[in-house]
């Protein structure tokens, strides 16, 4: 299984970073395609807790290359401040290589993320505030600035005085403080230079890594449902976390993939604003929030949550042709009088068949529910699935049932080890 994607199946924090720290034993190179210092991956080892914004999850290993693919938005103090954070926590980052063809994130990124979200008034997406909707618009505009470009110190300041200088005038003119430029442009300098042995092209790296056969892993930010074109627009993220995103975003085409990991909570949460059916405004939603400790790791603010919906992992499924389910967090159930899983929406009293592509639409339906009794007993001891309740077995089962792909994976707690593997 030369090379692999894990990917997002909800609105994100699903413990992806978990799952790509227990397939990176079997992996050389991990690579980030998509996204930017918006995500936060957790990996818990030794009761010692890594939060993870830029640097790839494989990183805690030593035969890991942690690769920062050309899909990514790269903010450099963000990056840099890891770095040192992780190295002085002894682990080595020295292997990671940084895609000359990624974008870079610039002040202005922040500055316009943090206007927009204001003008936006009572329909706030609810950023990130991170800059990366507006690094991902200057990409497509093609007036971004690549980390290939540091390799000319000179000509790398002048085009950061330059894009500096025309953001400001914007930033003006929405009636906010300009930039201080000069500053903008010594401090980009020092950690141009400070990156430059670090850039590499990722993809003639990564071809030549699949061609003798090294198992690559695909570390995919966000999730399918804040994809900026698979998501619920415009309550999205800006880049393309489904599988189809992991190509584009790491230079290795389709026909070289031959696993997708789909990671999905045994219920869900969404931080920011959109549509939820599931979402739980009552007290069961606070035990879902209080348990599994869902406050944002970048950002801390609270998750909203509900049940499981089956429904969107069913789309989730096809988007991303997953090949099986990593289910987590199924030890924040333990102790519910009953768990729900949404197997279907009705919307004005008919059964939908296919997934709403409207957001307006997916925030009138009416889920129903399969629901199932729950288990008194703590699942986070379970090492193998006979070890499991048979209540909670009957849950994964419903799950596996009802979204048509084998659930691989059952997480029942935080630390690396706390997973059932199932046959
Ligand atoms: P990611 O963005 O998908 O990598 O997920 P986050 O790291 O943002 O959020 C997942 C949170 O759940 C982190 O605090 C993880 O340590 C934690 N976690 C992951 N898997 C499990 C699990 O099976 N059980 C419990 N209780 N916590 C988990
Ligand atoms: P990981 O990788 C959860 C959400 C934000 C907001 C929307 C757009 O840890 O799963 P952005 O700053 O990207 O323009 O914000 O997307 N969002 C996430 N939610 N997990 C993430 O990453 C997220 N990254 C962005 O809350 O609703
Ligand atoms: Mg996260």
Redesign the pocket.
Known sequence: MPVTVVV?AQ????G??KIIDLLSRDHTYVVRYQ??H?????VVVDGERYAL?LVPSGVLYDHVVPVIGNGVVVDLPTLFAEVDTLEGRGIDCSALKVSSRAHLIFPWHQAH?AIAESVRGDDK?????????PAYADKARRVGIRAGEVVDPDAFRAAVRARAIAENAVIEHAGEAPLDVDAIVDAFAELGERVRPFVADTVTLLHAAVAAGEHVLLE????TF?DLDHGTYP?????N?TAGGACAGSGIGPRDIDRVVGITKAYT??????PFPTELTDELGDRLVDVGREF????G?R?RAGWLDAVMLRHAVRNNTLTEIALTKLDVLDGFDEVRVCTGYRLDGELLDAYPDRSDVLARVEPEYVTLPGWGEAVSAARSADDLPSAARDFIDLVEREVGVPVAVVGVGAARDDVVVRG
Do not use: F, M
């Not at 609105?11 to 699903?14: A, P, V």
């Not at 995919?220 to 999730?223: P, S």
């Not at 944002?296 to 950002?299: A, E, F, H, S, Y």
């Open positions: 997002g609105w994100g924090d699903e992806k970073a996204g930017g918006n995500a936060g991956h957790t914004q993320d997406i609810g950023t990130t505030l991170k800059g990366i909707g995919g930010a966000q999730a804040l309550y999205v993220t800006s880049s976390p949460t969404r931080v920011g604003a959109g944002g790791t970048v950002t603010r998750r």
